[in-house]
């Protein structure tokens, strides 16, 4: 069985860094595609970037490329998201998504999500 | 660039079926999947590849296209399918990802 195991809740300030992670199990890490979706309060879905860890080939959405960055640990079976300045306007739920080597765009999996929270 | 369009919200009656679609041009060339999001979880998908199930889905839900249009239609529409509803696909360059902007489904 696929799991998709997120850190917990984070309360941030502005300008402050976070990584958040995803651990993965259930198959095999290197083979699919790794990503993260943000819901803002009350918002929809937003595709954020992927990597496909065996090789670490990166994709990012225009809106978020030098905002955050996506890395993976290969031996620990773990995506990260990290931001090295928090704004206010991060504050959000972010969703881990696994998907299919060859269609990135298919999130066949997701975690419970990491709420964060960012207030001065 | 490009973006999927889905309608806010649709509601339909207890054991009646419901259409919910998504339009966009990069629709005529790719594929489009639909995930369930219930309040306070995680999105769940129940179609891909346009008209594909997942196991564990029941089959009151199903998934066609036509030009640039997908659809998710539920057959028998039950009080549990009550969720917000998201399409998502390639944009026109097939590179990145995009997410419709949800659908809120009421059954009545």
């Known amino acids: 069985e696929v799991q998709l195991v997120q850190s917990g809740a984070e309360v941030k300030k502005p300008g402050e860094s976070l990584k958040i992670s995803c651990k993965a199990s259930?198959?095999?890490?290197?083979?699919?595609?790794i990503g993260w979706v943000r819901q803002m309060p009350g918002k929809g879905l937003e595709w954020m970037a992927v990597?496909?860890?065996?090789?670490?080939?990166?994709k990012y959405s225009p809106s978020f490329q030098g905002r955050v960055t996506i890395s993976v640990d290969k031996s620990l079976s773990t995506a990260y998201l990290q931001w090295s300045s928090l704004k206010t306007s991060d504050t959000a739920m972010y969703f881990c998504t696994k998907h299919p080597r060859g269609s990135y765009y298919l999130a066949e999996d997701w975690g419970q999500g990491t709420p964060v929270s960012v207030s001065s | 660039s490009s973006e999927l369009t889905q309608d806010p919200a649709v509601s339909v009656a207890l054991g009646q079926t419901v259409r919910i679609t998504c339009q966009g041009d990069s629709l005529t060339s790719y594929y489009a999947n639909w995930y369930q999001q219930k309040p306070g979880q995680a999105p769940v998908l129940v179609i891909y590849?346009?008209?594909n199930r997942p196991s564990g889905i029941p089959d009151r839900f199903s998934g066609s296209d036509s030009g640039n249009t997908a659809s998710l239609t539920i057959t028998g529409a039950q009080a549990e399918d009550e969720a917000d509803y998201y399409c998502n696909s390639r944009d026109s360059s097939g590179d990145l990802v995009l997410f419709g902007g949800g659908t809120k489904l009421t059954v009545l």
């Open positions: 259930g198959y095999s890490f290197t083979s699919s595609w």
């Open positions: 990597i496909y860890p065996n090789d670490a080939d990166t």
């Open positions: 590849r346009n008209n």
